[in-house]
């Protein structure tokens, strides 16, 4: 937890001693009353947070804000919905890396019962991006939505988007790394399922003018592809 992160309606109450935070900052940071320490702002400042006082069930805190963040990576994931366990890790580690949004999308080969799982239900994702973003010592979360379809999220995918690529290890002929992203203002990155695209997703992708591209002969883990990928991306984009 190299940052520690609060919800704008956190700040108006002390935090309780059985919140995560309040171990971090009492037994890993090891602050005692007087001690400054780094705290975000979800989506917004940076700051330095004082710890004012300690009682017995609460800390008291206060913070003094930096200036605003800078706005969200232009880069959109589109992700064939993986199993709960892989999305976890990509949540975290997409945020972590940075994007501007997270689209995991229904496709023809995914398995149906991954949109109904826990993860997505019960609103757990976003723990997940919180843990990215407090890891990579930045506030801005990703948009996530998970109850699309792949040609619902096509259809909605910003006209003004300039390059729109999507993994691919049949039919692609291009390698990712050799596109060349200069001068592109924002990048969609299609990744499909576990399972790969199908051909009517392909069709699909080919239609909304994405290009197919590869990360090379061997098959990834769709979370490795994801910071492969990503890390590809920022760097053509000048993030890196």
């Known amino acids: 937890m190299n940052l520690i992160l609060f919800e704008p309606a956190e700040l108006t109450v002390p935090l309780a001693h059985t919140d995560p935070r309040a171990e971090h900052i009492l037994k890993t940071l090891r602050r005692r009353i007087g001690d400054t320490f780094d705290v975000g702002l979800v989506d917004g400042p940076i700051g330095k947070g004082t710890l004012d006082a300690i009682s017995a069930t609460t800390l008291t805190l206060t913070v003094t804000w930096g200036p605003p963040p800078a706005p969200a990576d232009p880069i959109t994931l589109l992700l064939g919905l993986p199993r709960p366990q892989t999305a976890r890790d990509i949540l975290r ?11 995991f999308v229904a496709t023809e080969r995914s398995d149906p019962n991954y949109a109904a799982a826990t993860l997505w239900t019960s609103g757990e994702w976003r723990r997940h991006c919180l843990a990215g973003a407090a890891q990579a010592f930045a506030t801005r979360l990703p948009a996530v939505t998970s109850n699309h379809t792949l040609a619902t999220a096509l259809a909605t995918l910003p006209a ?20 060349n992203l200069l001068g592109d203002t924002s990048v969609v990155l299609a990744l499909g399922p576990e399972r790969g695209w199908g051909p009517a997703d392909r069709a699909a992708l080919r239609a909304h003018g994405f290009t197919l591209v590869h990360l090379g002969t061997r098959v990834l883990r769709s979370e490795t592809a994801v910071i492969a990928a990503l890390t590809l991306v920022r760097a053509q984009l000048g993030l890196l």
């Open 93 to 103: 580690d997409a945020t972590t890396l940075g994007v501007g949004a997270l689209h």
């Open 160 to 179: 003004a988007t300039t390059r729109r690529l999507a993994l691919d290890n049949y039919e692609a002929t291009a390698p990712l790394s050799t596109c």
